[in-house]
């Protein structure tokens, strides 16, 4: 490959609005066979509402304080909500820590709070009964058989499980038909989600998605990526958030969101600048016709 042709290559990149790291990139763009993409902001919008909660005022209080350090979309969508209910007092949030696939603890006003997936509040000794996860799935709102699946995340205090807060997302536009586009350059979709198996089976099967790896913790999806690898499968990762940084990297084409986050966007070899993942298949297709005008 000559370099003035890859620049070439790369200034119509950013015409399509894509953020190409290297020349060198475009080779690895034209040889991928599989896509995989995170769930969370990458095929879906990312922008997450309650749908519903079991919670009391005083404990949606207690884990919107919680959440107030994460920019997970769950927090987000925890905190607005938690913002229009009307509460008394102050809180005080104290030893606030992040785990990135599972949730967050804090400590307030001297309680103990964990928000997050139920196996984490589980692996931390929460008792967490069968029908409070199973709950969540008969929960779609009525007459939504589209609904993309409710992300559960339950609350405890002190050690035991307050109550449940069901969370929705929306699949973005243009993500079927970036799939299909997908299917038609003969890669193989694949969504790799932290997010439990039932919330992303309906967001598979709305965009077009047959292969689904969910539940995966975020220092596992590098390890799925590598996996595909030694199999034979030149592996393109599609993600947006601090837990895909690693699978980003380790992926043969890293593609990151515009929108997500900047340690996602680092460890990418391409930015798609509006977090439009059309523009991924474009990409596909400039790295296939730039190539091969020059040989
Ligand atoms: P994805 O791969 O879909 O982007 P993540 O790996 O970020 O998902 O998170 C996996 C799961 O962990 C989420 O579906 C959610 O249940 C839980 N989780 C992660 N961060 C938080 C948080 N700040 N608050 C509550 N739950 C969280
Ligand atoms: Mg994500």
Known sequence: ???????????????????????????????????????????????????????????????AAAESGSEHPVARAIIDYAAAVPSEGRVSVDKF?????????ATVNGHGVLVGRAGWLSELGVTVPADAVTGADSDRAPGSALTPGTTLVLVAIDGDLAGSVSVTDRVKDGAADAIAQFLQLGLHPILLTGDREQAARAVAAEVGIDDVIADVRPEDKARVVADRQSAGAVVAMVGDGVNDAAALATADLGLAMGTGTDVAIEASDLTLVRGDLTVAADAVRLARRTLSTIK
């Open 97 to 105: 820590t992040g785990h990135p696939g599972g949730g967050v603890s």
């Open 1 to 63: 490959a000559t370099p003035t042709a890859l620049a070439v290559g790369t200034g119509r990149g950013s015409q399509l609005g894509i953020v190409i790291r290297g020349p060198e990139v475009l080779e690895s763009t034209r040889d991928i066979d599989t896509i995989m993409l995170d769930k969370t902001g990458t095929v879906t919008e990312g922008r997450m509402s309650v749908a519903r909660t079991t919670l009391s005022a005083p404990a949606l209080q207690l884990a």
